[in-house]
């Protein structure tokens, strides 16, 4: 898809089920005439063959040509209809399932392509319908059996349906409802058309509701300030628009100062908005002006002011890159991936997805579909309102001061020191700047850019906050923001607060869960859910509770005063309603709003571990399982109907004292080894869902046996849909790694670190990001894989090297290895008793299971002389060992930092120690290079890039098709292209490094072999000149480019140019000395 200026389009699309009758003919004809679509999509027509006067029966007059796929006797049948005074037929392609059509606008330049496709209901079919499907992508390598797998390999993404759930229905009672109608799109087509909306029209007829696309490319902009990142890289921007912030005489108080004064500074940025807006032209304006000059600096010198028009349009150009990578970061809201050029795609993408999926288009208010927007935003301001709003007056039937007794006293100094500038900055720095911006606009990058100006203001603010003196009606304020209701919630806690540690949470409740299992204890697993949680807190309860755990009264003055103050909006499709002032509730997004909802929680886990009615599961008078952590809370009891009864008045009244309401009828019932009728009675007593093992708990399935593969595919298809296929088609390879490592430190990593994963989902885990990294697609070939990957034994060999390097302080003896750690004074006893170490018939034995049954039954019958000698000597050694009821205890005596942590560092040196460095290790992956850049000088370094000679080591090309494309006498290879062959010769010249032809790419790849380039960039310059000839060997193998090496040159100073702000600011200087060697005339 081509596009350039703003375009408006009308998809319709209908599966109408048969169009014989000429009743339902007209009723087609009035429904797509009401529809006023620019393009009609039909599937199942039936017809086998259509005339003129038959489409006059079923299509609008506006729709007056066709191209359709004839329909098999009386099954199928495809046509695609389009409004002429709009679009032209480009092509038309038929196949047996789809109906591909390509239109040209008749008013605008955009052109693209519509797939219209009726699938086989018949199974067997299937293969032939994805083979027919993958033919409309050439670049794709094999087809899959899986309608998924084949979306990833076109990498496409669906295009969500707004305002209902289902698309076909049998019509009967009850019915049968199904989503059977989708419409999906590429990268392209995103691109081009990023505000794109799929709704349902009127059903008059068919089984099927007919689906209305509209797509333009206007991206809807709300009327409120919004702070862009990208006008902190314009250098006129802050100087322009801080002096404003000064210009507002000082108000009654500190709160209204600096209210007054963003007020100020939002009107100053608004006015130097309207003197830079981005023109869509610009970036191709500058590149014009670069390509003029650089044509006539080849016939003769440029005068001073066409050198400095040149540079101009460079920095300009480079200006307008950062910005838009700037801006399109901040509306992606995806921080695994770094901001740059070679990513702005994929932000743009992230930032049309999610306007797409968070456009909320209809409202279901008890059966009543609410549409026009007045009408939303009415019923959401009631809704909060209601949620918000009214404050609930606490009834407390239990004794929270006794709940704390032996509570541990609160640090009072700590919590009310008074606040530093240090301290403010702090946290000012450590907020993302990416982040989006509250009600006032300003985001916090604004507060880092302009930190020196602002901070006697923050200062006075927080001055007057301590003291009790500041009115916080006027700044603070929040919007509520709506966002789809996502499964696997649990995800978003992969990333928990330092020192909470989630995998013990689930591996603790696993131990639970399987010994009642195995010991056949009756017992039930309670998981309860939150309704509402943050929204529903009583803040008197909450104050009550702090003053109780201990905390000062100034501390819960000051949160009062927060809470007091507090004004929500709801922001409707980017309007915000109309203000509430809210009076219960914690603010979703604050960073201390969990820390107190805890607070909260804790007291419904005192209430039930200190009743006493209530037992564990194992132990006689000890009290159940309570795992609570964030809002999921989990409790393990005793099967008894009565202690279940006694539970749901806990609940009761815990709710009726805080306003955390328990959601029952979302809670689940787990029962282990309980009579049917208890089972029953305790269901009804708690009002709760029964359910069985495995369930899903902290994101994880919990179960009471061995899990099966199957129970992890959730965790599969969470990896997947992020290495999505339309992820990789718009990412760079370095920027596929970062992704790839972001995704797996969050999630199969987080599983690992609760439980064993099976082989079959290593593999799987595996394979999804080593094919999207190489193939981008669902699967690769061992061939594609450039680069093999270590294999987990290599990672398992670290373990001696681990022992050697740590002691162990005896406990219990069961962690610690008799034969193979240190925990004798000695040493390790395959160390010093090598003999008997060598007669030992459990190498992995502990130290609790040899001590417990003896010596000798660690050792087989017949033992040599020397090991009988040994023998004797480790008796006398272990004759006084004796093990307590503690863990045992490793204690690292190398490589520990002064904390007793290891040091990766240290043991990577003792691992590589008289080992061979990797070459161009650190000059590759600590260049300013774009990651992708990096990514190519990686493969460079192993000269594993797709040059001829590996195309024949797999039998891809013959012999006689391998020649080198810039010199075709010699067989390509990586050393030959970058340093062989004469062009690269003469460019390497051209440049000021002249070398042998022998020389190695290890050796062009390090910067002792730069000697007269600037230190610090030597890298960065090195491998944008590999990176260009490599780009430059493509352009003559597959655009047919003529070698020149002016060309190359040329392209190697715009990259530079752009490259500029990549160096550190100490560094930039020296892209002088690069476009001046780059500058060189052919000889």
């Known amino acids: 898809m081509d596009s350039l200026s703003v375009k408006n389009l009308r998809l319709e699309s209908w599966n109408v089920q048969g169009l014989g009758d000429p009743d339902k003919c007209a009723v087609v004809k009035n429904a797509a005439t009401a529809a006023a679509p620019s393009v009609l999509c039909l599937q199942e027509t039936k017809l086998s063959s259509l005339n003129t006067a038959k489409a006059r029966t079923f299509l609008p007059p506006f729709l007056s040509e ?30 047996r399932f789809s109906l591909t059509t390509t239109f040209a606008s008749t008013t605008t330049d955009l052109s693209f392509t519509v797939t219209n496709v009726y699938a086989p209901s018949d199974h067997s079919l ?12 050439p670049l794709v390598s094999a087809p899959s059996a899986k309608f998924n797998a084949l979306i990833h390999h076109l990498a496409l993404q669906e295009l969500p349906l707004l305002d209902r759930r289902f698309t076909w229905t049998n019509r009967q ?70 002096p404003s912030w000064h210009l507002r005489s000082r108000p009654r108080d500190a709160t209204s100062d600096i209210a007054a004064k963003i007020k100020t500074y939002r009107f100053a940025v608004k006015v130097w908005k309207r003197a830079h807006r981005y023109t869509p032209f610009h970036d191709n304006n500058c590149k014009f002006v670069i390509d003029l000059m650089d044509f006539f600096e080849e016939s003769r010198p440029l005068s001073g002011s066409e050198l400095g028009l040149r540079d101009e349009a460079w920095a300009s150009l480079l200006l307008s890159i950062r910005q838009q990578a700037a801006r399109w970061k901040q509306r992606g809201k995806f921080r695994a991936i770094k901001e740059g050029d070679e990513n702005t795609r994929f932000f743009h993408a992230l930032a049309s997805s999610r306007l797409r999926r968070n456009h909320i288009r209809v409202l279901d208010v008890d059966g009543v579909h609410v549409v026009s927007h007045d009408a939303k935003a009415a019923v959401l301001h009631g809704f909060y309102s209601n949620l918000l709003g009214l404050a609930q007056v606490p009834e407390w039937h239990f004794c929270l001061r006794s709940l704390y007794a032996d509570a ?57 906050f301590f003291s009790g003196g500041a009115d916080l009606g006027s700044i603070n304020r929040a919007h509520i923001i709506l966002l789809p209701k996502k499964g696997g919630r649990a995800i978003a806690k992969l990333l928990p607060p330092p020192g909470h540690s989630i995998s013990e949470n689930f591996v603790y409740a ?10 056949r204890a009756p017992a039930f697993a309670l998981k309860l859910d939150f309704a509402k949680a943050f929204d529903s807190i009583n803040w008197s309860s909450l104050r009550a509770i702090m003053r109780v755990r201990g905390f000062p009264e100034l501390w819960c003055d000051w949160l009062e005063a927060i809470f007091t103050s507090s004004r929500s909006a709801v922001v409707l499709n980017g309007i915000p309603g109309r203000w509430i002032t809210c009076r219960r509730g914690l603010r979703q997004g604050d960073p201390l709003s969990p820390y107190l909802f805890l607070l909260v929680a804790d007291v419904l886990q005192k209430m039930v571990q200190q009743d006493g009615v209530l037992e564990h599961p194992l132990l006689d008078g000890a009290p159940p399982v309570v795992l609570q952590y964030a809002d999921d809370m989990l409790v393990i009891f ?3 109907a009565a202690a279940a009864r006694h539970l749901r008045s806990i609940l009761d009244m815990f709710s009726q004292a805080t306003g955390l309401v328990i959601n029952f009828h979302k809670s689940t019932l787990v029962p282990m080894h309980v009579d049917a009728d208890v089972v029953t009675e305790v269901r009804d007593s708690l009002g709760c869902t029964l359910e069985s093992f495995p369930q899903c708990y902290l994101g994880l399935p919990l179960s009471c046996d061995k899990l099966n593969p199957a129970a992890f595919a959730p965790l599969i298809a969470k990896v997947d849909s992020y290495l999505s296929g339309w992820r990789a088609v718009l990412l760079s390879p370095g920027g596929r790694i970062v992704l790839i490592n972001a995704v797996l430190n969050a999630l199969p990593t987080y599983a690992m670190a609760a439980m064993l994963l099976p082989p079959p989902v290593l593999k799987a885990l595996d394979a999804l990001h080593r094919s999207f990294l190489w193939a981008a697609a669902d699967h690769v070939s061992g061939a594609q894989c450039l680069v093999a990957c270590a294999h987990w034994s290599s990672v398992c060999s670290l373990i001696p090297l681990y022992r050697s390097i740590s002691k162990v302080q005896l406990g219990d003896g069961a962690r610690c290895a008799f034969w193979l750690d240190s925990w004798l004074p000695v040493g390790a006893i395959c160390s010093v008793f090598p003999a008997l170490f060598s007669h030992a018939i459990d190498t992995q034995a502990s130290v609790a299971a040899v001590l417990r049954r003896g010596l000798d039954s660690a050792l087989v019958t017949r033992i040599t002389a020397t090991a009988a000698h040994q023998r004797s000597l480790l008796l006398e050694a272990i004759s006084g060992v004796t093990l307590s009821s503690g863990s045992d205890t490793r204690v690292l005596t190398r490589c520990a930092a002064r904390d007793g942590r290891l040091r990766s560092a240290d043991l990577y040196k003792l691992v590589c120690f008289g080992g061979v460095r990797a070459e161009a290790a650190s000059f590759v992956w600590e260049s300013r290079a774009p990651s992708r850049v990096k990514f190519f000088g990686w493969l460079l370094s192993l000269r594993r890039i797709q040059t001829r000679d590996t195309l024949l080591r797999k039998n891809i090309l013959r012999a006689d098709e391998c020649g080198c494309p810039l010199c075709p006498t010699t067989l390509e290879t990586a050393q030959h292209l970058v340093i062989g062959c004469p062009f690269a010769q003469r460019f390497w010249a051209s440049v000021g490094a002249p070398f042998d032809v022998d020389f190695a790419i290890g050796n062009i790849l390090s910067d002792a072999c730069w000697p007269g380039l600037p230190a610090g960039s030597a890298s960065t310059f090195i491998l944008l000149c590999c990176w260009q000839l490599w780009k430059h060997r493509n352009g003559v193998v597959f655009d047919s480019d003529t070698p020149s090496l002016h060309t190359l040159r040329r392209r190697c100073r715009e990259d530079a140019a752009l490259w500029l702000h990549r160096l550190p600011a100490t560094r930039q200087a020296d892209v002088e000395d690069w476009l001046l060697r780059l500058a060189v005339r052919d000889a």
């Open 173 to 242: 009672n009850p019915p049968t409802l199904a989503r059977l109608d989708r419409v999906f799109f590429n990268a392209d087509w995103d691109a081009a058309l990023p505000n794109s909306t799929l709704t349902l029209l009127h059903r008059p007829t068919s089984d099927h509701t007919p689906l209305l696309v509209t797509a333009t490319t206007d991206i809807p902009h709300s009327q409120r300030f919004h702070f862009e990142n990208s006008w902190l890289l314009d250098p006129t921007f802050l100087s322009t628009t801080l």
């Open 126 to 137: 299937t293969d032939d319908f994805v083979s027919d499907m993958v033919e409309l992508l």
């Open 638 to 640: 005793r099967a008894d």
């Open 408 to 464: 541990r006293p609160v640090d009072e100094a700590a919590l009310v020191a008074r606040f530093g500038l240090p301290e403010i900055k702090a946290a000012l720095l450590g907020m993302d700047r990416a982040s989006t911006p509250g009600p006032n606009g300003l985001g916090p990058s604004f507060y880092k850019a302009a930190w020196g100006t602002v901070a006697p203001d923050l200062q006075r603010l927080f001055d007057a």
């Open 66 to 95: 066709n191209a359709t796929r004839d329909a098999d006797g009386s099954r199928g049948g495809i046509l695609t209809a389009w409004d002429t005074k709009l679009l032209t037929l480009s092509s038309s392609i038929q196949r």
């Open 510 to 519: 696993t131990e639970i869960v399987q010994c009642c299992h195995k010991r």
